[in-house]
């Protein structure tokens, strides 16, 4: 997989529904669907979410292919995932055993379950970013954490933190592909050897990479003081946040959605 195929923490700009609205509906709603993603337990309740992220993607307007390339960077994780719930769940008839592993009815659904949670979830997450500039995402989080404010809790520095994270993250991936094919043009090799190799292979890429982003770091930094900022007390915003009727719409769609879960979790449908 090459570095440029990653696409997380990009944003797509685009006109369809998601795209318009509010970003603290948006907030608000994937912040549901994964409390009905983590309540589902059937099959039925997993086909809802899975229908109601499928809607979202189609709504979007943006290529599949491009959340492909999203799940690509943690399918290891979701495979790895899969295995353990896989062996090491009890439960249900004995498919298999071999020594200590073993393979039971409950460890092949609890497996399933894993993968398409797993899945799912970072979906819904892809679909935030994708449809939601880093800018408007800060505003949104800043003024749905404004009442810690009263608490003395630095919501705002936490949102900028943040906004800067997801801001630079397809930067260093692009230095990381430019020094990588810097090392790659003076003979370094990173696909061949055993795994220990292929570490001590990755100190000439690790290296140029820390130091360009503490260099990034520092500029920014600086920019910052040069253009005389400060924390988020009294500041004004270019473009002012307003709900709409889609926003409310959008908000008791995701309150239904948990209810509805919730429900077929405690008749057992």
Not at 18 to 33: G, Q, T, V
Not at 72 to 93: E, H, S, W, Y
Not at 201 to 229: K, N, Q, T
Request: glycine share 4%; aromatic share 10%.
């Amino acid at each position: 997989m090459a570095l440029r195929d990653i696409t997380l923490g990009q944003y797509f700009p685009g006109t369809s529904l998601i795209h318009r609205l509010d970003p603290r509906a948006k907030l608000l709603f994937s912040l549901l669907y994964i409390v009905a993603l983590f309540t589902a337990k059937s099959p039925l309740s997993y086909l809802v979410t899975f229908v109601v992220l499928a809607l979202g993607i189609l709504i979007s307007r943006l290529r599949l292919s491009v959340f492909l390339k999203g799940l690509k960077p943690i399918m290891i994780i979701v495979i790895l995932t899969a295995i353990m719930n896989l062996f090491f769940t009890r439960g249900g008839d004995t498919l298999w055993s071999f020594g200590f592993l073993h393979i039971t009815e409950n460890g092949v659904s609890m497996a399933v379950y894993m993968m398409l949670r797993i899945i799912m979830l970072l979906l819904m997450t892809l679909l935030l970013t994708y449809t939601t500039s880093p800018l408007m995402l800060t505003d949104g989080l800043d003024r749905l954490l404004s009442p810690l404010k009263h608490f003395k809790v630095p919501v705002h520095d936490f949102t900028m933190i943040m906004s800067i994270a997801l801001r630079f993250i397809p930067t260093l991936i692009q230095e990381t592909d430019k020094i990588m094919s810097a090392q790659k043009a003076r003979g370094a090799d990173f696909e061949s050897g055993n795994l220990i190799q292929r570490a001590k292979a990755l100190v000439p890429i690790l290296i140029p990479l820390f130091i360009s982003a503490f260099r990034r770091a520092e500029e920014l930094s600086v920019a910052m003081d040069c253009r005389c900022f400060h924390d988020g007390q009294n500041r004004t915003r270019l473009r002012q946040l307003k709900f709409t009727a889609n926003d409310a719409i959008l908000l008791m769609f995701a309150v239904l959605l948990c209810v509805a879960i919730i429900l077929m979790r405690r008749f057992g449908i």
